[in-house]
């Protein structure tokens, strides 16, 4: 028999539980998602990571919610890239500004290595918490770069590479022993454009003078104690005395803490609150998510070249994925996401069509840039309405690499002997065993000039700027998203959830109009066969989708991903 008094309780209880104060919380220690991922395996390994949407979305109903009165983040060296970085910046100071207290807490901001970027995150915030035990590892930018060509012809491997041009310098890894002087140029100018968005962002937020941040940067590591002094942090406590000090700091009885708020992660705060609101309604308008991450290839999106390595932009799935919103009268305008190395020039060529085919249907597209959207990453954003970047993305890289590393003479000297038939005067053209034909060299020069002219044409056309301004700028460099605007590249700074605002309000939408991602399949649709190629399960991605392994190269460093791949490492963290 139940006990009246019991159900009595209990519906007390869940009333107090609904209506207690909130302490809102996110655990950046296992980094970011940028979004759903194309295939199960990596989705599986990104079950327990927080999405940048569920934290974007969070953090913005928050900010209106009274049941919410804190935000406490978790900081520490973990690698979020520089870009990242600003887009929490942004959404975090959004959220203090509506009154709200933040709190940044770390165990230590890089432990003997890097914490400038993970630091340079927590200084938006009201207060910074480090453990005692803790360092500050706020050490500045630098970029580190290998020259492999003496190290290769030792062991017997010339490198054939040709790029167009100077500023292209995935070959130079190869081909040189040194910086060529533009290519130190345009490094230099990368760590300087963000070493000048670090400093500014210190100094911002912890109240301080600029030579006085570049002073503490010369002499970090710095010791809690050193950090401390220095107003680097506002105190030095382990994880529960900063959770207490936030519940005393909420508490409307004052010198008490509020034990009865409740912790809550912004990800499962963003799904669960106002769930009646975000019930999907058949009928109404809305705006395209698309998501592109990784390097760019032809085929479907799955999974990059080596296990663990994250995503890749397959140009069907994306390209099916713009044909349904255009196809579906509710969406009034695409954002799309980009967050590329690039790969592909055949395959950003493809996913260049529809964003153009978009645009044409009368549909605004809007790209928002991630961490990198170069190379390729570049040109399929190149044709939108509006271009959106974070200052502290790395994009442009306007320019075409191609080649093959030749190991003929490392075969030799190994005592490996090699036989070959062919048929067809080029059939053998892109074996690595020996090197190009002199007609052949002339090809492979002709197939470059084609490319980085119509990849010129392409963004001049895009841009709004003659081939001859964007020659200027391109020649294979790289920007920081803050240089890149001042010279055209791109329109606006910001972050995802200012580019759907832009794209709400190009569209003539509420400034509440709900976001849609596409393709949007179902693990059903994903078992069924395809109906036809513009079925939205045709281009769903694979389960065994690992990408071919002749692609580990590029991994290594090797630009076998494509003629329009930035290569190596690239990333401000």
Same mark, same amino acid.
Do not use: C
């Given at each position: 028999?139940?006990?009246?008094?019991?159900?009595?309780?209990?519906?007390?209880?869940?009333?107090?539980?609904?209506?207690?104060?909130?302490?809102?919380?996110?655990?950046?220690?296992?980094?970011?998602?940028?979004?759903?991922?194309?295939?199960?395996?990596?989705?599986?390994?990104?079950?327990?990571? @927080?999405?940048?949407?569920?934290?974007?979305?969070?953090?913005?109903?928050?900010?209106?919610?009274?049941?919410?009165?804190?935000?406490?983040?978790?900081?520490?060296?973990?690698?979020?890239?520089?870009?990242?970085?600003?887009?929490?910046?942004?959404?975090?100071?959004?959220?203090?500004?509506?009154?709200?207290?933040?709190?940044?807490?770390?165990?230590?901001?890089?432990?003997?290595?890097?914490?400038?970027?993970?630091?340079?995150?927590?200084?938006?915030?009201?207060?910074?918490?480090?453990?005692?035990?803790?360092?500050?590892?706020?050490?500045?930018?630098?970029?580190?770069?290998?020259?492999?060509?003496? =190290?290769?012809?030792?062991?017997?491997?010339?490198?054939?590479?040709?790029?167009?041009?100077?500023?292209?310098?995935?070959?130079?890894?190869?081909?040189?022993? =040194?910086?060529?002087?533009?290519?130190?140029?345009? %490094?230099?100018?990368?760590?300087?454009?963000?070493?000048?968005?670090?400093?500014?962002?210190?100094?911002?937020?912890?109240?301080?003078?600029?030579?006085?941040?570049?002073?503490?940067?010369?002499?970090?590591?710095?010791?809690?104690?050193?950090? /401390?002094?220095?107003?680097?942090?506002?105190?030095?406590?382990?994880?529960?005395?900063?959770?207490?000090?936030?519940?005393?700091?909420?508490?409307?009885?004052?010198?008490?803490?509020?034990?009865?708020?409740?912790?809550?992660?912004?990800?499962?705060?963003?799904?669960?609150?106002?769930?009646?609101?975000?019930?999907?309604?058949?009928?109404?308008?809305?705006?395209? /998510?698309?998501?592109?991450?990784?390097?760019?290839?032809?085929?479907?999106?799955?999974?990059?070249?080596?296990?663990?390595?994250?995503?890749?932009?397959?140009?069907?799935?994306?390209?099916?994925?713009?044909?349904?919103?255009?196809?579906?009268?509710?969406?009034?305008?695409?954002?799309?996401?980009?967050?590329? @190395?690039?790969?592909?020039?055949?395959?950003?060529?493809?996913?260049?069509?529809?964003?153009?085919?978009?645009?044409?249907?009368?549909?605004?597209?809007?790209?928002?840039?991630?961490?990198?959207?170069?190379?390729?990453?570049?040109?399929?954003?190149?044709?939108?309405?509006?271009?959106?970047?974070?200052?502290?993305?790395?994009?442009?890289?306007?320019?075409?690499?191609?080649?093959?590393?030749?190991?003929?003479?490392?075969?030799?000297?190994?005592?490996?002997?090699?036989? %070959?038939?062919?048929?067809?005067?080029?059939?053998?053209?892109?074996?690595?065993?020996?090197?190009?034909?002199?007609?052949?060299?002339?090809?492979?020069?002709?197939?470059?000039?084609?490319?980085?002219?119509?990849?010129?044409?392409?963004?001049?056309?895009?841009?709004?700027? %003659?081939?001859?301004?964007?020659?200027?700028?391109?020649?294979?460099?790289?920007?920081?998203? =803050?240089?890149?605007?001042?010279?055209?590249?791109?329109?606006?700074?910001?972050? /995802?959830?200012?580019?759907?605002?832009?794209?709400?309000?190009?569209?003539? /939408?509420?400034?509440?109009?709900?976001?849609?991602?596409?393709?949007?399949?179902?693990?059903?649709?994903?078992?069924?066969?395809?109906?036809? %190629?513009?079925?939205?399960?045709?281009?769903?991605?694979?389960?065994?989708?690992?990408?071919?392994?002749?692609?580990? =190269?590029?991994?290594?460093?090797?630009?076998?991903?494509?003629?329009?791949?930035?290569?190596?490492?690239?990333?401000?963290?």
């Amino acid at each position: 028999m139940v006990d009246a008094g019991s159900v009595v309780d209990l519906l007390k209880d869940a009333r107090d539980r609904r209506n207690a104060a909130l302490i809102l919380e996110i655990d950046l220690t296992d980094g970011i998602m940028e979004g759903q991922p194309a295939d199960p395996v990596s989705a599986l390994l990104g079950m327990r990571r @927080p999405h940048l949407r569920d934290v974007l979305g969070g953090l913005r109903r928050g900010r209106t919610d009274p049941r919410v009165r804190a935000l406490i983040v978790k900081i520490g060296g973990q690698r979020l890239g520089l870009a990242m970085a600003q887009e929490l910046r942004d959404a975090v100071r959004a959220f203090r500004d509506s009154g709200k207290l933040t709190v940044a807490w770390a165990e230590s901001f890089g432990e003997v290595s890097r914490g400038t970027v993970p630091y340079y995150l927590a200084t938006v915030f009201e207060r910074i918490y480090m453990q005692p035990s803790g360092d500050l590892a706020l050490t500045g930018v630098a970029l580190e770069e290998p020259f492999f060509n003496e =190290a290769l012809g030792k062991i017997g491997v010339t490198p054939r590479f040709a790029k167009r041009h100077e500023y292209k310098t995935a070959a130079n890894t190869f081909m040189e022993r =040194a910086y060529t002087p533009e290519h130190e140029e345009m %490094s230099g100018r990368l760590v300087a454009s963000a070493g000048e968005q670090v400093v500014a962002g210190v100094a911002a937020g912890r109240g301080l003078p600029e030579e006085r941040v570049r002073e503490l940067i010369d002499q970090a590591p710095l010791l809690g104690a050193e950090a /401390l002094e220095a107003g680097l942090v506002d105190k030095l406590a382990y994880r529960d005395e900063v959770y207490a000090e936030v519940r005393k700091a909420i508490a409307t009885e004052p010198g008490e803490p509020d034990e009865t708020a409740r912790l809550r992660y912004v990800s499962r705060y963003n799904r669960t609150s106002g769930l009646a609101k975000r019930l999907p309604r058949p009928q109404q308008d809305a705006v395209a /998510l698309i998501q592109g991450q990784g390097p760019i290839k032809v085929g479907r999106s799955g999974r990059s070249a080596m296990p663990g390595q994250g995503s890749s932009i397959g140009s069907d799935t994306i390209a099916a994925a713009f044909r349904a919103a255009v196809k579906d009268d509710r969406v009034k305008a695409i954002v799309f996401r980009v967050d590329s @190395p690039g790969g592909s020039y055949v395959a950003s060529d493809t996913i260049w069509r529809e964003v153009v085919l978009a645009r044409r249907a009368g549909k605004p597209v809007i790209v928002s840039m991630g961490n990198v959207a170069a190379s390729g990453g570049y040109f399929v954003a190149a044709p939108a309405t509006m271009i959106v970047a974070q200052p502290g993305t790395l994009t442009g890289s306007i320019g075409v690499v191609v080649g093959k590393p030749v190991i003929g003479d490392l075969l030799d000297r190994l005592g490996i002997g090699l036989g %070959s038939v062919e048929n067809g005067a080029h059939a053998r053209m892109f074996a690595p065993t020996r090197d190009f034909t002199e007609e052949e060299w002339t090809r492979v020069n002709t197939f470059l000039d084609r490319v980085y002219d119509d990849f010129v044409g392409k963004v001049a056309e895009g841009r709004d700027l %003659s081939p001859e301004q964007v020659d200027a700028m391109a020649r294979g460099r790289v920007w920081t998203g =803050a240089d890149a605007h001042e010279r055209g590249l791109v329109d606006e700074l910001g972050g /995802l959830g200012f580019a759907l605002d832009v794209a709400r309000k190009k569209a003539g /939408l509420a400034t509440d109009a709900p976001v849609r991602t596409y393709p949007h399949v179902s693990p059903l649709d994903r078992l069924r066969p395809a109906d036809s %190629s513009e079925d939205r399960t045709a281009a769903s991605a694979r389960l065994d989708a690992w990408g071919p392994m002749s692609t580990t =190269a590029a991994r290594m460093g090797l630009p076998l991903g494509g003629p329009l791949m930035l290569t190596g490492n690239w990333s401000i963290d």
